[in-house]
């Protein structure tokens, strides 16, 4: 069974910087592409950058520039450095992990969300 554990969300000022990790674990034989989607209330959820095992990145145009993914593929994590943070960044922040296991073909694993909020 696979887990994706978020932390680092909460409150900061706009202006301000998180950083968000994500830490996978179980039986887990390799991770292709682990990411960060977000969901404001009443809008769909959208990508906000992934990383794949390359590494290659990809970023939401609304953040390129000031959101940083980076992985650490000792610890199956990932991370999104978060920096001038903006009020329309405020959500709840999900990281996406695609990878098989020791018993599976690649998957897709979601971690229970970590809310980020921006005030003004």
């Known amino acids: 069974q696979v887990q994706l554990v978020e932390s680092g969300g909460g409150l900061v000022q706009a202006g301000g910087s998180l950083r968000l990790s994500c830490a996978a674990s179980?039986?887990?034989?390799?991770?292709?592409?682990m990411g960060w989607y977000r969901q404001a209330p009443g809008k769909q959820r959208e990508l906000v950058a992934a990383i794949t095992s390359g590494p290659s990145t990809n970023y939401a145009d609304s953040v390129k520039g000031r959101f940083i993914i980076f992985r650490d593929n000792t610890k199956n994590t990932v991370y999104l450095q978060m920096n001038s943070l903006k009020p329309e960044d405020t959500a709840v922040y999900y990281c996406n992990a695609k990878l098989r296991t020791v018993l599976t073909a690649i998957r897709q694993y979601w971690g229970q969300g970590t809310q980020v909020t921006v005030s003004s």
């Open positions: 179980g039986s887990i034989f390799s991770i292709n592409t």
